[in-house]
């Protein structure tokens, strides 16, 4: 038996194209084996809300993608209610990705406050490069030491996990390795920040919450998974990230076999997190 998905998108995220339904994405998931699936849709800021910014109170915002828009909350849910109508066998989370929770606190409060969402993942995307909240990381390794760049992300992954209690999931914690220039500088290796990673995990997990093993990322290897482990963490999330119907649940197989390898085992019921 599969985990659920805990992270999709659909055509509700602005990055997400129309064609990306509810209706297939579930439909995928069942015709996958997987049980649950959460919409973990974007949310994202392009500018200051009342109450946020107090971490960096001079940092400018980088430019937004075009696509880039609110999400249509009410429109959300009634999509998620006819879902759950649909496909009574799935079980059909809600949910949000806020990313950098930490900088815009106030403005994902807001958002949480306005709907009801069951899965609440926290994402670093962007971070301050030269004053500026950047989110390109193709673009950043082409001008700036990839080492040095990693670092100041699993910082400020540090500082978003320190700071807010927001989220419950930290979603893709190695984000930046999608993009790493491996022709340039050869293949990314975890060991290299294995006391960024432990730092992070061990204020995650002491804050009772949960790792996700991405299966949209590179995947993480067991012995990454083991430092969760060792720094105290209690569950972990499989989520594929998938932002169109043939992704959902992507990789699971070879998910479970690495989670199962540094010591987790599956939850209380099949729709649960993974357990130590
Ligand atoms: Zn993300
Ligand atoms: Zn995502």
Request: aromatic residues 12%.
């Amino acid at each position: 038996m599969l985990p659920a998905d805990n992270h999709i998108h659909s055509r509700w995220s602005w990055d997400t194209a129309e064609t990306s339904t509810m209706e297939l994405e579930c439909a995928r998931a069942i015709h996958r084996g997987i049980p649950a699936v959460a919409f973990t849709e974007h949310v994202d800021f392009a500018v200051w809300g009342d109450g946020d910014g107090t971490r960096w109170p001079s940092l400018q915002l980088g430019d937004r993608p075009p696509s880039f828009a609110p999400l249509d909350i009410a429109g959300y849910q009634a999509n998620i209610e006819k879902c759950r109508e649909m496909f009574p066998d799935l079980r059909v989370l809600s949910g949000i990705e806020a990313g950098e929770p930490h900088l815009f606190p106030a403005s994902v409060t807001r958002v949480l406050g306005a709907g009801s969402f069951d899965r609440v993942l926290g994402s670093l995307h962007c971070i301050p490069v030269d004053g500026r909240l950047e989110g390109d990381t193709w673009t950043l390794f082409t001008r700036h030491d990839p080492y040095d760049l990693m670092e100041r992300y699993f910082a400020e992954l540090f500082a978003l996990v320190e700071e807010s209690q927001l989220f419950e999931v930290l979603a893709h914690c190695d984000y930046p390795r999608r993009s790493w220039p491996t022709a340039r500088v050869g293949g990314y290796r975890e060991a290299d920040f294995e006391d960024h990673y432990r730092s992070v995990f061990q204020a995650l997990a002491s804050s009772q919450r949960v790792l996700e093993i991405n299966t949209g990322s590179p995947l993480a290897s067991a012995a990454l998974m083991r430092w969760w482990w060792e720094e105290g963490g209690q569950a972990v999330s499989f989520g594929s990230d998938a932002h169109r119907p043939s992704l959902v649940g992507d990789q699971f197989e070879l998910a479970v076999h690495i989670v199962e390898a540094a010591g987790f085992r599956p939850g209380r019921n099949r729709f649960d997190f993974w357990r130590r």
